[in-house]
T-cell receptor, first 115, second 112 residues
Framework: DGGITQSPKYLFRKEGQNVTLSCEQN?????MYWYRQDPGQGLRLIYY???????QKGDIAEGYSVSREKKESFPLTVTSAQKNPTAFYLC??????????????FGPGTRLLVL | QKEVEQDPGPLSVPEGAIVSLNCTYS??????FMWYRQYSRKGPELLMY????GNKEDGRFTAQVDKSSKYISLFIRDSQPSDSATYLC????????????FGAGTRLFVKA
């Protein structure tokens, strides 16, 4: 089955700790994205990558970091600099045809909670 | 002003009702319009995708785009309890625009 997987489903972070959220896709998509979803707000873009070994900051990148060493994988690290990390994190991927008919497909999400 | 405005609801309807969900937007460069359905604690799934103005129908779902009014709608006919979810509108510019802008989502409850 083709799709996007995210792990873990729930993640707990202690103060001052960095945590990493996993995102893997087997859709052969070039582009991958990380969003944050908070109650009452739309999805906000954290980082995106349109090709391996390249990524760009989104609207709310402060306190987050990513890597894109493989086409299939786009892990997100929530650093201790992110002061309000409690949220639902969604990974997405698309064929990456900029301005074209590409649509984004989402993973099941990771809920991050601060202890 | 947000680029995309969507009434958060909640919207509660009886089973079998016709549901109308709407979004307004301010960026006239948006060309691609999507509706996603998101069940509680799950990732959004793509429901409908339309390009430019017009209507698109898929089963019980109809998406409508009125670019002159900067207004998009999703209609659900014969609504079912399984349609209870949050519906997110999303849109993107045409040429060179890859960034998708999402509405905050409307929470829908269909009562049996």
């Amino acid at each position: 089955d083709g799709g996007i997987t995210q792990s873990p489903k729930y993640l707990f972070r202690k103060e001052g700790q960095n945590v990493t959220l996993s995102c893997e896709q087997n859709l052969n998509h070039d582009a991958m994205y990380w969003y944050r979803q908070d109650p009452g707000q739309g999805l906000r873009l954290i980082y995106y990558s349109q090709i391996v070994n390249d990524f760009q900051k989104g609207d709310i990148a402060e306190g987050y970091s990513v890597s894109r060493e493989k086409k299939e994988s786009f892990p997100l690290t929530v650093t201790s600099a992110q002061k309000n990390p409690t949220a639902f994190y969604l990974c997405a991927s698309s064929t990456g045809l900029a301005g074209g008919r590409e649509t984004q497909y989402f993973g099941p999400g990771t809920r991050l909670l601060v202890l | 002003q947000k680029e995309v405005e969507q009434d958060p609801g909640p919207l509660s309807v009886p089973e079998g009702a016709i549901v109308s969900l709407n979004c307004t937007y301010s960026n006239s460069a948006f060309q691609y319009f999507m509706w996603y359905r998101q069940y509680s604690r799950k990732g959004p799934e793509l429901l409908m995708y339309t390009y430019s103005s017009g209507n698109k129908e898929d089963g019980r779902f109809t998406a409508q785009v009125d670019k002159s009014s900067k207004y998009i709608s999703l209609f659900i006919r014969d609504s079912q309890p399984s349609d209870s979810a949050t519906y997110l509108c999303a849109m993107r510019e045409g040429t060179g625009g890859f960034k998708t802008i999402f509405g905050a989502g409307t929470r829908l409850f269909v009562k049996a």
